[in-house]
């Protein structure tokens, strides 16, 4: 076994209680291996306080001021979203935890953390590179991190009416969506809003994003799938005149008439994966692709 010193950043869902069992099992298993330990800051908090942990010899950080070999999501996939707005462009490959239902990014079940930990120290796993979605709003401000590992999508707000997106590509005019909203998704987020929405299940690392429409007026809408070197403009308009833009589920109210421009970002985020883990496998066994349900 490698006796070479590794350092991991934790992060977790501050809402999820009764994991403590889960919790100690991750904590005890990095402190077998005599890891280094830094905690996000609210989520030390509430181990302490509410699930009554004390991480022995742990630091805090808080948000993305922290520096470690590996950083570990313990939650769900929202969980590690949340988490990869924090590491953003360190570059930390991210270690998903699932703690949660689905765990389709996060997924190292709470039983499976010993080997996860020990394959880490054995160099018995592949760091997959996920692309990025940034979004520009010409200056709107907008909360949290505005770059998307799932999807950005763009939804009306406060009326049962539709909105009206204008979409270019490349500064060529595509159509005008009369919908309820527009997924743009990249290849991880494919299996989340977009899929619920009739859009295509894309693999990761395939280099392209999806555009799928929420609800559409018309019959003939259907999703694209574009290069992920195309920059989209969509420009809004809506009875309410605002419209809401989620970015990974984090959404804000921006005016209708502005344009936003989404491009690949400059980085990636680096997710872990064990030697074991197969991406079919994934699809058939947490979305039950192909199966007989008669």
Same mark, same amino acid.
């Not at 520096?67 to 929202?78: K, L, R, T």
């Not at 809003?193 to 693999?203: D, F, K």
């Not at 799928?212 to 070197?229: E, G, K």
């Not at 872990?272 to 994934?282: D, E, G, I």
């Given at each position: 076994?490698?006796?070479?010193?590794?350092?991991?950043?934790?992060?977790?869902?501050?809402?999820?209680?009764?994991?403590?069992?889960?919790?100690?099992?991750?904590?005890?298993?990095?402190?077998?291996?005599?890891?280094?330990?830094?905690?996000?800051?609210?989520? #030390? /908090?509430?181990?302490?306080?509410?699930?009554?942990? *004390?991480? =022995?010899?742990?630091?805090?950080?808080?948000?993305?001021?922290?520096?470690?070999?590996? *950083?570990?999501?313990?939650?769900?996939?929202?969980?590690?979203?949340? %988490?990869?707005?924090?590491?953003?462009?360190?570059?930390?490959?991210?270690?998903g935890?699932?703690?949660?239902?689905?765990?389709?990014?996060?997924?190292?079940?709470?039983?499976?953390?010993?080997?996860?930990? /020990?394959?880490?120290?054995?160099?018995? #796993?592949?760091?997959?590179?996920?692309? +990025?979605?940034?979004?520009?709003?010409?200056?709107?401000?907008?909360?949290?991190?505005?770059?998307?590992?799932?999807?950005?999508?763009?939804?009306?707000?406060? %009326?049962?009416?539709?909105?009206?997106?204008?979409?270019?590509?490349?500064?060529? &005019?595509?159509?005008? #969506?009369? *919908?309820?909203?527009?997924?743009v998704?990249?290849?991880?987020?494919? %299996?989340? &809003?977009?899929?619920?929405?009739?859009?295509?299940?894309?693999?990761?690392?395939?280099?392209?994003?999806?555009m799928?429409?929420?609800?559409?007026?018309? $019959?003939?809408?259907?999703?694209?799938?574009?290069?992920?070197?195309a920059?989209?403009?969509?420009?809004?308009?809506?009875?309410?005149?605002?419209?809401l833009?989620?970015?990974?589920?984090?959404?804000?109210?921006?005016?209708?008439?502005?344009?936003? =421009?989404?491009? =690949?970002?400059?980085?990636?985020?680096?997710?872990?994966?064990?030697?074991?883990?197969?991406?079919?496998?994934? +699809?058939?066994?947490? $979305?039950? $692709?192909? *199966?007989d349900?008669?």
């Open positions: 076994m490698s006796h070479r010193p590794l350092k991991f950043a934790l992060f977790g869902n501050v809402y999820q209680h009764e994991k403590s069992a889960a919790i100690r099992q991750v904590l005890d298993s990095l402190d077998q291996h005599g890891a280094q330990v830094a905690i996000e800051e609210e989520y #030390y /908090d509430f181990l302490c306080c509410s699930e009554l942990i *004390a991480p =022995r010899g742990a630091e805090t950080f808080n948000g993305s001021n922290f520096q470690a070999d590996f *950083a570990i999501s313990m939650g769900g996939d929202g969980t590690l979203l949340k %988490t990869a707005s924090m590491v953003r462009d360190k570059q930390t490959p991210i270690l935890v699932n703690m949660g239902r689905l765990g389709f990014l996060a997924d190292v079940s709470a039983p499976d953390v010993p080997a996860a930990i /020990d394959a880490l120290y054995h160099n018995d #796993y592949s760091v997959e590179d996920r692309s +990025l979605i940034r979004v520009d709003t010409g200056g709107e401000p907008i909360s949290g991190c505005d770059c998307a590992l799932n999807d950005v999508a763009i939804l009306k707000r406060d %009326t049962a009416s539709m909105i009206t997106i204008r979409a270019t590509i490349n500064g060529e &005019y595509l159509t005008t #969506y009369q *919908a309820d909203g527009l997924v998704s990249t290849p991880t987020g494919s %299996t989340a &809003y977009s899929l619920s929405n009739g859009g295509p299940v894309i693999v990761p690392q395939t280099g392209v994003i999806v799928t429409a929420v609800a559409p007026h018309s $019959l003939n809408v259907r999703p694209i799938v574009l290069p992920d070197t920059l989209i403009e969509l420009t809004v308009s809506s009875r309410s005149h605002t419209f833009v989620a970015i990974d589920g984090r959404s804000d109210k921006l005016p209708e008439g502005i344009t936003l =421009r989404l491009s =690949r970002a400059p980085y990636k985020v680096r997710v872990v994966k064990r030697s074991s883990t197969r991406y079919f496998a994934t +699809l058939r066994e947490k $979305l039950m $692709l192909g *199966a349900v008669r």
